[in-house]
């Protein structure tokens, strides 16, 4: 029994790896821890940055208005979730030995709605788009907006994106305040800034700085994907728990940014806050609008940041090579069909540039190309040999297309977010399964995540039919409209199952 135990554990217990940096998010209960139809998204036409002497002078009356005007737009978001839901009594004895007592009927607990935790949101159009942070609505059953009046709404989520911590709501109301998005690229280190939102609770609440830094990568974001896009604008503002999704504002009151992460150790505001540049976040919040998820273009290339020079070390001692550490991506694998093989770039070359954007890390590759859409065209400046050479490279998306997708077009695996790998006989045997599968690539926020399934859990049945390798999961539910129960391992060992409904 303890050999068996210690056999399933890798597959039926995650671990939670929680950094130095950390989500402005606050529990409930306390800290624990291309086209016209998005005019309201556009940003301004002929509005330059502010900024503000030593002397301050005028800057409190600039202040002060862009409070007035921001602070009606940022509200308060409050996550709902299920604690409990019907789980059967089969614990790790039953697993192994079956039910010395038969089928026996299994016991309902009951479904309970509890605040999971709370942020905040921006308004951006007058018909009651919002928004926020993906951290903040993650598994979410309900959705509740407040605004700074004190009103309350049920919001819908239009669609998440992990990729750049991005989510759009909706409430059903008119005539409401907003914020327009600036440009992003024109914000400037030393500019005065204010940040506006919820933190711990305090609604409404106003503070200032400037920006200390811009495109910062904190490698918060690949805890929740695969290829994440950091470009984070570094502020001094003082943001805490709850802040997350709120507003970062210039002296004019427009959207630069959306305040997403501050560095900590212990949870609380020690000096610096980070927001999604509003020009990423805009685009992101534009194709969900349009397309139902986010169209993005890839390189179609596996690199290597040449910046850190303990992935350089690992990636030498793995291949027996001696790359050199340096600024530039080093390309360890170019994708067939992609747009990198198209365009003549080939494993060995180190990127330097994507169109004007110098590339010093993987981060700056990634927003580069990252922030772009199927069949865009970049120009690539590459070194081969110590050459420096330029390629003109169409994007496609991570299936090969040049053209845009809608959920329509997505696979079963893509709209439950997640895949499926199936699980050996002996294992199966072992421990007296007679189907499984196991979930890989998990994505934060996605209908799998929601329902409590993360990496290494084993998938049992969906729909009460067994399956035993990602083509059963696809033919089970290709076409398939309606609710959704999956019978899966928990990280106690226990069969448990839960539901959803099919997007």
């Known amino acids: 029994m303890k050999n068996n135990l210690k056999k399933l554990l ?128 993650a598994g979410a059953t309900k959705l509740e907006v407040q605004l700074s009046n ?77 290829t994440p896009i950091e470009n984070f604008i570094q502020t001094d503002a003082a943001i805490n728990p709850g802040n997350s999704g709120g507003a970062l504002v210039n002296p004019n009151g427009e959207l630069i940014g959306i305040n997403s992460a501050i560095s900590s150790k212990t949870g609380y505001y020690e000096g610096y806050g980070f927001a999604v540049p509003s020009n990423l976040a805009r685009k992101v919040v534009e194709d969900i609008k349009k397309f139902g998820m986010v169209q993005r273009g890839f390189l179609g290339v596996r690199s290597l940041d040449l910046s850190d020079t303990r992935q350089v070390a690992q990636y030498n001692q793995q291949n027996k090579t001696n790359i050199k550490a340096n600024e530039g ?87 439950i977010g997640a895949e499926f790998e199936p699980l050996s006989e002996k294992f199966k045997t072992d421990y007296g399964l007679n189907s499984g599968v196991i979930a890989k690539n998990v994505l934060d926020g996605s209908e799998m995540a929601k329902i409590g399934i993360v990496d290494n859990y084993i998938v049992i049945e969906i729909n009460g039919k067994p399956v035993n390798s990602q083509k059963d999961v696809e033919k089970i539910l290709d076409k398939y409209q309606g609710n959704v129960q999956v019978k899966y391992v928990d990280d106690f060992g226990r069969i448990t199952t839960r539901g959803f409904r099919m997007p």
Do not use: C
Not at 154 to 161: S, V
Not at 170 to 188: H, Q, R
Not at 332 to 337: F, M, Q, W
Not at 364 to 392: C, H, I, Q
């Open 10 to 137: 890798p597959y039926a217990f995650v671990g939670v790896i929680s950094g130095a940096t950390t989500f402005g998010a606050i529990n409930y209960f306390g800290v624990k821890n291309h086209d016209s139809e998005f005019s309201y998204f556009a940003p301004k036409k002929n509005t330059d940055a502010s900024f503000a002497s030593f002397n301050m002078a005028g800057v409190g009356d600039d202040f002060v208005k862009a409070a007035k005007m921001t602070v009606p737009a940022v509200v308060s978001i409050k996550n709902f979730s299920n604690r409990t839901s019907q789980r059967s009594d089969q614990d790790l004895f039953d697993l192994f030995f079956g039910n010395p007592f038969g089928n026996s009927q299994r016991q309902q607990q009951p479904q309970q709605e509890m605040p999971r935790g709370m942020g905040s949101g921006v308004i951006i159009s007058p018909d009651g788009y919002i928004i926020s942070n993906n951290h903040v609505i």
């Open 150 to 226: 004190k009103k309350t709404y049920i919001a819908n989520l239009i669609g998440t994106d992990p990729t750049t911590d991005i989510a759009l709501l909706k409430i059903e109301e008119k005539g409401l305040p907003y914020l327009s998005f600036a440009n992003s690229d024109n914000v400037e280190v030393g500019q005065w800034v204010l940040a506006v939102g919820n933190p711990m609770g305090l609604n409404s609440t106003v503070t200032a700085g400037i920006v200390s830094a811009k495109g910062r990568s904190i490698d918060l974001l690949s805890q929740q994907s695969r």
């Open 329 to 415: 991506v080093y390309i360890t694998e170019v994708t067939a069909k992609g747009g990198a093989e198209d365009a003549g770039l080939r494993s060995g070359d180190i990127i330097t540039k994507v169109d004007n954007t110098v590339i010093s890390n993987y981060y700056d590759l990634s927003f580069a190309v990252g922030s772009k859409r199927p069949g865009d065209k970049v120009a690539v400046t590459y070194l081969r040999n110590g050459k420096e050479a330029t390629a003109n490279v169409t994007l496609k998306d991570e299936k090969g297309n040049t053209t845009f997708r809608s959920k329509a077009d997505l696979s079963v695996t893509e709209k």
